[in-house]
């Protein structure tokens, strides 16, 4: 059973950034994907970004020009970077690990951008 822990959220000005780590407890096959999922109060779960070996990383396009993703295969670690966030960033962010057939999550962290 994989176990993802993730870690970095916290309270933080518009304008600022963020760096969020998921590092799991087992092998992550860099062909497999890991990545960060966003909930938002009264919304549907949605992708903010994913990356896999051989493939462009898949950052939504809503924080495309402001997030970025990357992932250290030696340490079992992904990495979201947030920069110039913003209010509607405010959320619980699920790190997961897509080993087929299963999807494994993480407990979440919240990000709560407010002055």
């Known amino acids: 059973q994989v176990q993802l822990v993730e870690s970095g959220g916290g309270l933080v000005q518009p304008g600022g950034s963020l760096r969020l780590t998921c590092a799991a407890s087992?092998?992550?096959?860099?062909?497999?994907?890991m990545g960060w999922y966003r909930q938002a109060p009264g919304k549907q779960r949605e992708l903010v970004a994913s990356?896999?070996?051989?493939?462009?990383?898949n950052v939504a396009d809503s924080v495309q020009d402001r997030f970025s993703i990357s992932r250290d295969n030696a340490r079992n670690t992904v990495y979201l970077y947030m920069n110039n966030l913003k209010p509607e960033d405010t959320a619980v962010y699920y790190c997961?690990?897509?080993?087929?057939?299963?999807?494994?999550w993480g407990q979440g962290t919240q990000v709560t951008v407010s002055s």
């Open positions: 087992e092998t992550i096959f860099a062909a497999n994907p």
């Open positions: 997961y690990a897509r080993i087929a057939p299963t999807t494994y």
């Open positions: 990356l896999r070996s051989g493939r462009d990383p």
